[in-house]
Structures are given as C-alpha cells and as structure tokens.
C-alpha cells in the first residue's frame, strides 16, 4: 500500500517562513509529477506547486517567487519551501503524486492526509 506521508505544516505570522515536506512509503517504479495543493476553508483544491522528474516546475501565480518546490528522485521526496507567507495562504495543503507502482498496475494518483498551514496576521 502507497502511502504518502507529509510533515512540516503548523501557525506562522504574516511574512514567515515554513517547509513543508512528503515521502512515499513504499518501493514504486517511478512517480510523476509529484506536487502540492491546497484547500482553504469553503474554497475548491488548487495547484499550488509541481515538479517532474527533469526538474520542471509549475507553480500557481499567486505563489510564484515564494514558494519553491523541490524533490530528492533517489528518496522520493518532495519539498515546499514557503516564504512569504500570507494570511490568504492559509489552507490545508496535500501531498500528491502520480506513481508508477509496477507496469502491469500502471499509473494512479495518490494523496496525503493534509497538512494544516495557517498564516497570521
């Protein structure tokens, strides 16, 4: 069973800073893209941040030049580094990624539990 564990959400005042990590939890054969999203109080999921494996990345517009997404493909490991940080960040944010567990299963998507970022004032 795939599991993708987060760490590093928690409370940060206005202009702060927070890394937020995630790792897989079993052998896979590949994953692509892996990403962050988040989810605000009455809003729907968005894209915060992807990256591929070559390193590419997609970010939201409102979190360009703040946040930096980074992934280790030995560890298969994603990190959020977030700076900056706005009161209208906060939100729950997910893990995700699409994993290639084996070719005979081919590619599913999966996602953390969340993790809770909240911005103060």
């Known amino acids: 069973q795939v599991r993708l564990a987060e760490s590093g959400g928690g409370l940060v005042q206005s202009g702060g800073s927070l890394t937020l990590s995630c790792a897989t939890s079993a052998p896979i054969y590949s994953i692509n893209p892996m990403g962050w999203y988040r989810q605000a109080p009455g809003k729907q999921r968005e894209l915060v941040a992807s990256?591929?494996?070559?390193?590419?990345?997609n970010y939201a517009k409102s979190v360009e030049g703040r946040f930096t997404i980074s992934r280790d493909n030995a560890k298969n490991t994603v990190t959020l580094q977030m700076n900056s940080l706005k009161p209208e960040d906060t939100a729950v944010y997910f893990c995700?990624?699409?994993?290639?567990?084996?070719?005979?299963?081919?590619?599913?998507?999966?996602w953390g539990e969340g993790t809770l970022v909240t911005v103060s004032s």
């Open positions: 990256i591929m494996s070559d390193g590419s990345t």
């Open positions: 995700n990624a699409k994993i290639l567990i084996s070719i005979t299963r081919g590619w599913e998507t999966y």
